[in-house]
């Protein structure tokens, strides 16, 4: 063998050797990014119970789009412990499950538009969650506003207080205001971080409460005597929200009970009389006519639910 089959030879097996090398570390960079992606995106390979997550894949390539970022950011606001990814796949076997069984049990026209119920349903499950996150967090408020006023006494700093808050009390306003301290830890200004948490849980309590503690961050002198007072506002208010919410409840159930009736119609007429339904939607008359009576109680369950709609 000569020089330059030598000369060839080593070449190969060192372009070779770079190229199993740069497959290395590509795929380890890729490996990193992933797991760097999934810590910074909340989307972790086990809960903080210790489950591990399922999906994942689906996960990953669901938060690339503007949908998975979406759903992301609604979890997040709920306190889920649920992936986007998790919710997805969940929510796309209730559709096809509600699917199969409206065709099943009352007409194939039924099945696109059980479909289209369950992802409604599956949007005002995640609001209502949120919702009830809301009233959880607003219940704390007063224990919130205690807490810093004593801290602020005490002589501490604005962000020490809200570090110390979120130790002492429960979730959903620890995990809160833990989320407020780490974020202050990290340079965030307190105007920036109190305005996103008022963002993220919207009521007017929590906007008066974080207008007070801006200002006096902003103004300087003492916050304790405002605090004090505050606290007693916010209990005040509690107790009226759940007098309003106890007064409306009659309401809110009518609301539920109404569209209820109208399916239990629907499948007593096709117990009675087996394929009518089949043969009320087999024409287009038939078809519209469902239709505008489903638009119909659909209309009631809202305007109920706007009747029973106190803001306090």
Known sequence: ???????????????????????????????????????????????????????????????????????????????????????????????????????????????????????????????????????????????????????????????????????????PAGEELARVADQLSLGRTIDDTLGELAERLPSRELVVLVTTLVLSNKAGGSVVNSLRNLTQTLEDRKETRREVRTMLSEVNATAFTVPLLGLGSLLLINSSNEGALARVTGSPVGQVLVLVSLGLYTVGFFVIRRLGKIEV
């Open 1 to 171: 063998m000569n020089d330059r089959a030598l000369l060839a030879l080593g070449a190969t097996v060192l372009c070779c050797a770079l190229a199993v090398a740069g497959v290395h570390l590509y795929a380890a960079g890729r490996a990193q990014r992933r797991d760097l992606v999934d810590r910074l995106s909340g989307g972790p390979l086990r809960t903080a119970a210790g489950r591990a997550r399922r999906f994942a894949a689906l996960d990953r390539r669901l938060r690339r789009t503007r949908l998975g970022r979406t759903i992301h950011l609604r979890l997040s606001a709920t306190g889920l412990d649920l992936s986007a990814g998790e919710f997805f796949a969940y929510v796309l076997a209730l559709v096809v499950a509600l699917w199969l069984i409206a065709a099943a049990a009352l007409a194939p026209f039924f099945g696109p538009i059980a479909a289209l119920i369950g992802v409604w349903g599956a949007a005002i499950f995640l609001n209502w969650q949120r919702q009830k996150r809301i009233e959880a967090f607003i219940n704390q408020l007063p224990d919130v506003a205690r807490l810093i006023a004593n801290a602020t006494a005490a002589g501490l700093a604005l962000r020490t207080a809200l570090a110390m808050a979120a130790e002492e009390l429960e979730a």
